[in-house]
C-alpha cells in the first residue's frame, strides 16, 4: 500500500507515518516543511499544502507508482495547542483540504479515503454528554466542529468514495493500547473516555489496510 497522509507534521500525523511505515508500507508526506519530518525508508516528503490542489496534484506524481490511500490527520492550526485557542486556519480548513484532496483522487481513480474526524461530530451529537456539547458550541472548538460537520456531509455526498470517518474521544498522549470500536454515534462513550493518539494512529492505518470501516463513521476508545 503507498499511502498519502495528510497533516504528517502533527502529533498524531506523525505517528500514523510510524505506524504505516512499520507495517511495510509506502509513505508519502506533504507537509509544510519537508525539514519537520526525519528521513525513512519507504518515506517520500513532498513540500506544500493541501489548500492548494496543485501540491496534492504534486503528491500524486512524484513517485512512480501513485498512492492509494488517502490518511488525513489534519488538525486546524491554533495560537496555542490548547483546543481553546483562536484558530489561526480558514474556517473551513479541513473540508477544504478535503475537496481538493478527493478531486486529486477523482482523476488518478483512487477511491480509499479514511478521515480523522472527532467525536460530537454529525451522529455522535445527540448521545455526547452535555458538557461537551457545551465546549464544542460555545467555545473555540465550534470552529472545528463546524469544519469536521462540512467535511462529513461532503464526503458522505461524494459516491465514488470508499470513506471512513474515524471519531476519536478525547485526545491524550501515551503508547498505544486495545482499541474499542463503539459505532457511529458513540453512545457508550461517557465524559471521562479517553484514546491515545497512538492508538488512534493505529486505527487509521489498519482502516486504511481494510474495507472494513468503508462508507462507515466510528468512534473509537481505548
Not at 490511500?69 to 495547542?81: F, G, H, M, Q
Not at 464526503?155 to 493500547?177: F, H, M, Q
Not at 457508550?188 to 492508538?199: E, K, N
Request: glycine residues 6%; contains cysteine; aromatic residues 6%.
Amino acid at each position: 500500500m503507498r499511502c498519502l497522509v495528510l497533516g504528517a507534521s502533527g502529533r498524531t500525523g506523525q505517528l500514523v507515518v510510524e505506524d504505516a511505515l512499520k507495517r511495510g508500507h509506502q509513505v508519502t508526506a506533504l507537509v509544510r516543511k519537508s525539514s519537520s519530518m526525519k528521513p525513512r525508508n519507504g518515506l517520500t516528503v513532498v513540500e506544500g499544502t493541501p489548500l492548494q490542489k496543485g501540491d496534492i496534484e504534486r503528491a500524486f506524481s512524484t513517485t512512480a507508482t501513485p498512492p492509494d490511500v488517502t490518511v488525513v490527520a489534519l488538525n486546524a492550526t491554533r495560537v496555542s495547542d490548547s483546543p481553546f485557542a483562536k484558530p489561526l486556519a480558514p474556517p473551513m480548513f479541513i473540508r477544504d483540504c478535503v475537496r481538493n484532496t478527493t478531486a486529486v483522487m477523482a482523476e488518478y481513480r483512487v477511491k480509499r479515503i479514511v478521515i480523522m474526524s472527532a467525536w460530537g461530530v454529525g451522529s455522535s451529537w445527540n448521545p455526547s454528554p452535555w458538557m461537551l456539547k457545551l465546549l464544542f458550541s460555545h467555545t473555540n472548538m465550534s470552529y472545528q466542529t463546524e469544519d469536521h460537520n462540512a467535511t462529513d456531509a461532503d464526503v458522505r455526498a461524494n459516491d465514488t468514495l470508499s470513506w471512513t470517518l474515524v471519531r476519536p474521544v478525547i485526545l491524550k498522549e501515551g503508547a498505544a493500547a486495545p482499541v474499542r470500536d463503539l459505532g457511529e454515534t458513540g453512545k457508550a462513550a461517557g465524559l471521562f473516555s479517553g484514546i491515545t493518539r497512538a492508538s488512534v494512529a493505529e486505527f487509521l492505518v489498519k482502516a486504511a489496510e481494510t474495507e472494513e470501516w468503508s462508507k462507515k463513521a466510528v468512534v473509537i476508545s481505548n
